[in-house]
């Protein structure tokens, strides 16, 4: 079973910063795309940042300029160093990762339990 872990969320005052880091677990044989997604209240989920195997990225209009998505194959693990926090970023912040693990046939999508942030005025 692969199970991803997210850590880093809390609160943190308009203007500041914020790393979050998910840290992806199991029999894992690959891991192609993973990213962030983030879920305010009364909102749909929406994409936050996406990074492929090849560390292209994508990124939510919204976040552009002021948040970094970077992973290390290595540890299995996706960051996002987010700056300039403002109020409108407070959601639930999820990750979200295509896993081969080893007792599958393809990639499968898996996300992980969520982390608050949330930015004060």
């Known amino acids: 079973q692969v199970q991803l872990v997210e850590s880093g969320g809390g609160l943190v005052q308009s203007g500041g910063s914020l790393s979050l880091s998910c840290a992806a677990s199991?029999?894992?044989?690959?891991?192609?795309?993973m990213g962030w997604y983030r879920q305010a209240p009364g909102k749909e989920r929406e994409l936050v940042a996406l990074?492929?195997?090849?560390?292209?990225?994508t990124y939510g209009d919204s976040v552009k300029g002021r948040f970094t998505i970077s992973r290390d194959n290595a540890k299995n693990t996706v960051y996002l160093q987010m700056n300039s926090l403002k109020t409108e970023d407070t959601a639930v912040y999820y990750c979200?990762?295509?896993?081969?693990?080893?007792?599958?046939?393809?990639?499968?999508?898996?996300w992980g339990q969520g982390t608050q942030v949330t930015v004060s005025s």
């Open positions: 199991g029999r894992i044989s690959s891991i192609n795309d």
């Open positions: 990074i492929n195997s090849e560390r292209s990225t």
């Open positions: 979200n990762a295509d896993v081969w693990s080893s007792t599958s046939i393809r990639f499968r999508n898996y």
